[in-house]
């Protein structure tokens, strides 16, 4: 808790927030950074765990070590003021991924009722960054939009699955080059 997070912070690892962050915790190889108890999440723990689990399993990916870091805020205001000094580009948006020049892989999210689906996209994104070399746009946003429907509703119960079959039948042929 408390020690973690000063060490942390000492290291430059989790950067300093105005707010103060109510809990950090280190799950695996990622850290949660937030203003809120995470026990105030049902099964945040879970989500995490199981959504980069399932990302290794389907793809076939080897687990490393890379950090991955989630700053999780409790409103927009707190997280535009945050990600205006970090990634300033994903300002207006509900949740971000950044890769920085220092390597690490980091998450940014707020609290707002798609929380739990852009969360899973966005962590999607952290995890192929962190464990490839490269992953072209096209293919990171595809596994990004897989990976963000919950895991049971993945093979039949997919959004964007009716769109992909409609296009397919209207003749739609992808220029994967």
């Known amino acids: 808790g408390v020690l973690l997070s000063c060490v942390l912070i000492l290291f430059g690892l989790i950067p300093t927030h105005a707010g103060e ?3 950090t915790r280190r799950i695996g190889r990622i850290v949660v950074a937030s ?22 399993a389907t793809l076939d990916l080897p687990a490393t070590q890379s950090p991955i870091e989630i700053y999780i805020f409790s409103n927009r205001r707190s997280y535009a003021e945050f990600v205006g000094r970090q990634a300033p580009e994903a300002i207006n948006r509900r949740a971000a991924f950044a890769k920085n020049e220092d390597g690490i892989n980091r998450v940014f999210i707020y609290l707002h009722n798609e929380f739990e689906v852009d ?14 070399p490269f992953v072209p746009l096209w293919l990171d946003e ?4 897989y990976f963000e429907v919950l895991p049971e509703d993945r093979p039949s119960k997919n959004p964007h699955q009716a769109r ?9 042929k992808p220029n994967l080059e």
Do not use: C, P, S, Y
């Open 35 to 56: 203003e809120m108890r995470l026990d105030r999440f049902v099964g945040i723990v879970n989500i995490i765990q199981q959504q980069e689990a399932d990302i290794l």
């Open 164 to 172: 992909l079959k409609w296009a397919i039948k209207l003749f739609w």
């Open 21 to 23: 962050w109510a809990e």
């Open 119 to 132: 969360l899973r996209h966005e962590l999607t994104h952290a995890v192929l960054h962190a464990t490839l």
């Open 142 to 145: 595809g596994l990004a939009e």
